[in-house]
Structures are given as structure tokens and as C-alpha cells.
């Protein structure tokens, strides 16, 4: 059924108080249940085998992938399910949206794990404690939550932002709850049949899975004589080197380096396609030219003019040239480069994310405070004294923890919260317009501004960004997850509770998750940061903050001068390319942000999302017309089909990757 809402001439012209009435009338649903132990340990178990998924996603792409409605048609179909079998009940649409909160509270905890804590190890040769990390975590996230609060009621209650995100996920839970509608079982038939192919492919490729069953289980290596277990294998170009080596053939090279050395590589990863189908054809096509332009291109002319070489590690090792090498060495100067710049004009160019935000908090009369008990929310609402005893406590404690962890001095830490603070608001709003919380590109204005004043110290750049980043993400994504509650009538009271439950998943799924995957013990019991960048694992948005972080300590001296030009000319490339997108109003093919993103990926991770994007783009095509199966296939069923691929292809594979660890 349709989800009543109030016109634009109320927005306009009700008070606050008129709007909380007229919602408490006609939308607040005060008897359904919401965070019950259903929904609570749903959402608990479910956000956390989602968070792992999206672990293991971020690590291999920088993409972050929304859980939430996956969440929603997981939660929906189990229950579903249970009731049918006698073994449970089915839950309100209420309890499914709170599920849907706790899942993406979990989500959102694997981005520090991605990004910045991976760059400060990098930065400073030093491995993070597990416990370090994990209360760290969870301090800024439950500050972004407390900051979230004070501006849900001016943002959603009186100003009814639209959060098309949020709104996307209220208009999909009406719709599956609604009488008589199959569409919710459809796509979670479609998201577990999908799932279910993916993990069985996955488990063909796995190694360590096939180890453990063809000679743990079965002997196989006794009975036959194996030297190794049988498997798939995830590179089907190795078939072509092992044939090519011992025949003498053919090994394809560009300006005389040989392709593998470039990273240029033929392999099939279903939990890429999956990601290629969510990103769109646009960001997977500027990704492909910029894999085209970096590896088959710039690369092999770098190498032979020897401004990328083969260098010493600290441990007096010999590292070869590869493609890890080959961004490091050069290529991640102008990606980052197009990278941020392109964001910078994006951002700049909606100056209504800037406007707006003030306006809203200091820019109109304030409304006369109502009559003293005649606040028909109080009682269901996150009283504001929370927030307000709250922030100054846990700010203190991140600011501490901040000083103690990583060496940032104090003042610069206590800078870092009040930016933080205006920056959570600038990007709550970009999250109310466009979805797009902004929040990588804002948190550098905290990193160069805190970085130019301290210089000596990386983790003063890395960290109080990495603060601004955390604290506004949870903040502006906690009111994203609250605008379908909203929508159904829910406790937002409950939603913060559930989003707190949620970051305790979270922080206990993926943190030690973080460390069996790309940090594995050694037999002396010792870990080796050598182990966590890899081809399959290149934490390409680490690498951002950490280019980032090494221009502001160090500048620009010691780079080539071809480095040099070359950041010069993709600064120039993303301005344009940004530009020519805002005047054709999106329509312009490219994005800057997506090329450079394909510089610092994998080249056989591009191609299968490319493969992935342009499959479902295509079918689209084919299938416009609403009503037809194929459009119900490949367009209503695109997320589900997408979430399927990527879940049963990442929980195998991290499966797998675990038990490499315990069997080493």
C-alpha cells in the first residue's frame, strides 16, 4: 500500500510540533512489535555474516557494499520460512526493519578495517592490537550515533529530507509486507539459488577447502598418491603458462614485459561480477580505462624508463616488479590524484550540501519550544540529554584513545572533534539529498588541514581523519537507516538501540576477521604486514589514505618527474571529466573517480565487474518494459541476484582462507 506522507506545502508551513502529531496520528505503528529477541539476534547474526561479507569485498575493491536490503529479503525469507515449518514465527514488518538497522550498523564497521587502519600500518611498519582496533572502532561509531540524534529531529521530523536510500528501503519493506504480494519470496528464491551457485563455484577454486577434504576427510593424497588436491583454478590463464613453459610457446609482453608482470590477468571471481552489477556500467567502464591506460600503457613505458624498479625491503629482501610494485612505486600518485580532485569538484558542485546544512541548524528562527508535556514523542524518541552527556564523554575517551594508540599529540585530537563535528553535518545532508554520505573526500580537509600542522607524524593526518570519517559515516548513515522507520512508524528509540547492537556485531565479526584473513600468525606465533597486501587482497582504499598521508608528510620531493606529470595531467583529466558530467547532468559516460580506482585494483578484478555491469546493463536493455520476466528477472531481481553472488562467493572464500591459516 502506499506510505502516506505530508505534501510540500505542510513541509513548508507546519511547525515541528504539527508534524510530530500528525505522524504520531497517522503513521506510528506504537503496538507493533520492533526490537524484540527475533529481530535483535536476527539482525545481530545476520549483520555480522554480512559485515564479513563486506570485509572481504571492501578489501579486494574499496567498494563498500550496502547490506541493508540484503538484510531485509534474508530476514524476510528465514522467517518466512520458520513459520512454515512450525519452528518460529514470522516477524512484523517492524522487526524486519529493525533487523535491517542492526545489519547495517554491522556493515559500516568493516570501513576503518579498509581504509584507515590498514594505511596507518602501512605508514608506520607496525601492526594495530586487535583490541586496540576494535575499541577504537567502537568509540567513533558510537559518537557518530550520539551526533546523529540531535539532528534527526531537524532533518527528518521537520525538514522530511528524502534519504532515497532510506526511502528506497521503507518502499521495499511496504512492499514485501504488503497482502497478497509474492515479491518478497521471489527475490529471496532468486538471492539463495544465486548464493548457492556462487559458493559452489567458489568452492571448486578453494584450495584450502579441497585440502582439508581430499586429505583430512578422505586421504585421498594416501590412497592415489596425490601430491596436491584437485581444484579449479581461479587464474584460467595459468593452464595456458604451466602448457606454454614446458612446450616453449608463446608469452605475451608488452614493450617487452611479460603481461603477468603487469598484473594483466585472466580470471573468474562471481563475488566481482556481483560488484560490477550493483556499481553500474559508468564506474565499471572508467575503471576499465583506467586498467587499459595505467598497466597496458603507462606501466611498461615507466618500467623500461626505469622510474618503477625492482627496490630493497626493510629487511634487505629483493621485491621484485609486479603490479603491486608498479602501483606503489608510481601509479597511485595520479589515481589518488584523479581520485580526489574529481571528488573536490563533485562535491563543489552541489553547493546546496553546504547551504542547505547551515540553513537548517543556524540559518532559520528557531521554533517557540513547545508547551511543557506536550511532546507527543517524548516518550519514544532518544531523549537530547543523552546526546549532550554523551558527546563530551565519549569525545574525551576517542580523543584519549587517539593520544594513547597512536602517538597523535593531544590538541591536535581535540582539533579534530569540532571539525568533526561540522563536517557530520555537511555530510548528513549529502546523505538526505543524494545518498552519498561524502565522507572520504570531506575527512581530507581534516587530514590536510591537522597534517600541515604536524608533518613529523603521520597519524596525526591518518587517524583525525580517519576520526571525521568514522564518526560522520555512522552519523549520517545511522539517519539513512532511521528514514524507513520513519516511513513504517517505528521507535527510533529502538533504532538506536539496535544500531549500538549492531556496531557490537560488527566490531566482534570482522576485527578478528581482519586478522585470519590478511594478518595470519606465523608458526613462531608472529604476525608480517608482508601478508596483507596481495593481488586478491590489494586494499585499494588503504593505499588512498596512504598516498595521501605521504603527500602531506613529505610533499612532493623524492617522486619522479614523470610521476609528477602525470598527477598533473589526471588532476586536469578529473576536473574536466567532472565537469562534463555536471552540464550533461550525469549523462556523460566517465568518471574520475572510477578511473582511478581502476589503476589501484586488480586488471582481472575490473574485468569481471566491468563483465558483471555490462551484462546487467545490457539485459536492461533488452527487458525495459515492467511486467515482462526478464525485466522482473534482470532488473527487479538485479540486487538480489548481485547480493547472491557476493555473499556465497565471499563467505567460501573466506572459508577458505581461514582454513589455509589453521592449516599452515
Not at 594505511?119 to 586487535?130: G, Q, R, T
Not at 497482502?179 to 584450502?208: C, E, P, R, W, Y
Request: with cysteine; net charge positive; charged share 15%.
Amino acid at each position: 500500500m502506499a506510505i502516506q506522507q505530508l505534501n510540500e506545502e505542510q513541509i513548508r508551513t507546519w511547525t515541528r510540533t504539527q508534524k510530530d502529531e500528525w505522524w504520531f496520528k497517522n503513521i506510528y505503528r506504537g503496538d507493533t512489535p520492533q526490537l524484540t529477541w527475533s529481530s535483535g539476534l536476527s539482525g545481530f547474526f545476520l549483520g555480522g555474516i554480512l559485515s564479513a561479507t563486506a570485509l572481504y569485498i571492501g578489501a579486494k575493491t574499496g567498494v563498500t557494499i550496502g547490506v541493508g536490503l540484503t538484510s531485509v529479503i534474508m530476514a524476510f525469507a528465514l522467517f518466512k520460512l520458520l513459520a512454515k515449518v512450525g519452528v518460529g514465527r514470522d516477524i512484523s514488518i517492524l522487526e524486519n526493519n529493525c533487523t535491517q538497522s542492526i545489519a547495517s550498523a554491522a556493515g559500516y564497521m568493516i570501513m576503518p578495517l579498509i581504509g584507515i587502519m590498514p594505511a596507518y600500518m602501512l605508514v608506520s611498519n607496525s601492526i594495530i592490537p586487535w583490541w586496540q582496533m576494535m575499541a577504537w572502532n567502537c568509540v567513533m561509531s558510537v559518537l557518530g550515533v550520539l551526533f546523529a540524534f540531535p539532528l534527526k529531529r531537524r532533518f527528518i521530523n521537520e525538514d522530511q529530507m528524502p534519504f532515497p536510500e532510506g526511502r528506497a528501503s521503507g518502499v521495499v519493506l511496504d512492499t514485501l509486507y504488503e497482502k497478497g504480494s509474492d515479491k518478497g519470496m521471489i527475490q529471496a528464491k532468486v538471492l539463495a539459488i544465486t548464493a548457492a551457485g556462487a559458493a559452489t563455484f567458489q568452492f571448486l577454486m578453494s584450495d584450502g577447502l579441497q585440502r582439508l577434504l581430499q586429505f583430512k576427510l578422505f586421504s585421498f593424497d594416501k590412497w592415489f598418491g596425490w601430491a596436491s588436491p584437485w581444484h579449479l583454478r581461479e587464474r584460467l590463464d595459468d593452464y595456458y603458462y604451466v602448457w606454454a613453459t614446458k612446450a616453449g610457446a608463446w608469452i605475451p609482453k608488452i614493450g617487452g614485459i611479460d603481461i603477468r608482470t603487469l598484473g594483466l590477468r585472466g580470471a573468474i571471481d562471481a563475488a566481482m561480477i556481483g560488484v560490477g552489477g550493483l556499481m553500474g556500467i559508468r564506474m565499471a567502464s572508467s575503471m576499465i580505462i583506467g586498467t587499459i591506460v595505467n598497466f597496458v600503457i603507462l606501466a611498461p613505458w615507466m618500467i623500461n624508463r626505469g622510474d618503477i624498479a625492482p627496490r630493497l625491503s626493510t629487511a634487505g629482501k629483493t621485491i621484485a616488479i609486479g603490479r603491486g610494485e608498479i602501483v606503489t612505486q608510481w601509479s597511485i600518485w595520479w589515481s589518488v590524484t584523479m581520485m580526489v580532485v574529481g571528488s573536490l569538484v563533485a562535491l563543489g558542485a552541489k553547493p546546496e550540501i553546504f547551504t542547505t546544512a547551515w540553513q537548517r541548524i543556524f540559518g532559520r528562527k528557531a521554533a517557540a519550544p513547545a508547551p511543557a508535556g506536550s511532546d507527543v514523542l517524548r516518550d519514544i524518541e532518544l531523549p537530547l540529554w543523552v546526546s549532550f552527556v554523551g558527546i563530551p564523554i565519549l569525545s574525551a575517551v576517542g580523543v584519549w584513545l587517539t593520544h594513547w594508540f597512536f602517538g597523535v599529540p593531544w590538541l591536535l585530537a581535540l582539533a579534530a572533534v569540532p571539525m568533526t563535528f561540522v563536517l557530520t553535518i555537511i555530510c548528513t545532508n549529502s546523505m538526505a539529498l543524494t545518498s552519498w554520505t561524502s565522507t572520504s573526500v570531506m575527512a581530507k580537509i581534516t587530514q590536510f588541514t591537522l597534517g600541515a600542522i604536524d608533518r613529523t607524524n603521520p597519524a596525526t593526518n591518518l587517524m583525525c581523519g580517519g576520526m571525521t570519517s568514522e564518526v560522520a559515516l555512522n552519523g549520517a548513515n545511522m539517519l539513512s537507516d532511521i528514514k524507513p522507520g520513519y516511513m513504517l512508524g517505528a521507535k527510533p528509540r529502538q533504532q538506536a538501540i539496535g544500531h549500538c547492537i549492531g556496531i557490537v556485531a560488527g566490531a566482534l565479526v570482522s576485527t578478528p576477521l581482519f586478522f585470519v584473513l590478511f594478518l595470519p600468525a606465523r608458526a613462531d606465533g608472529t604476525r608480517s604486514l608482508e601478508t596483507m597486501l596481495s593481488d586478491k587482497f590489494p586494499f585499494p582504499k588503504a593505499l588512498e589514505w596512504k598516498g595521501v598521508s605521504d603527500l602531506v608528510a613529505t610533499g612532493l620531493k623524492g617522486l619522479p618527474t614523470s610521476a609528477l606529470v602525470a598527477m598533473a595531467i589526471g588532476a586536469v583529466l578529473a576536473v574536466v571529466i567532472e565537469v562534463l558530467r555536471i552540464r550533461t547532468r550525469g549523462r556523460f559516460p566517465l568518471s574520475s573517480v572510477g578511473i582511478g580506482l581502476g589503476v589501484v585494483l586488480p586488471p582481472d578484478a575490473c574485468f569481471m565487474m566491468f563483465l558483471g555491469a555490462f551484462v546487467f546493463w545490457w539485459m536492461g536493455r533488452r527487458h525495459p518494459t515492467p511486467g515482462t520476466k526478464g525485466h522482473s528477472l534482470w532488473v527487479e531481481c538485479c540486487e538480489p541476484i548481485c547480493a547472491g553472488l557476493m555473499s556465497g562467493a565471499a563467505l567460501v572464500g573466506m572459508a577458505n582462507a581461514i582454513v589455509n591459516a589453521l592449516l599452515n
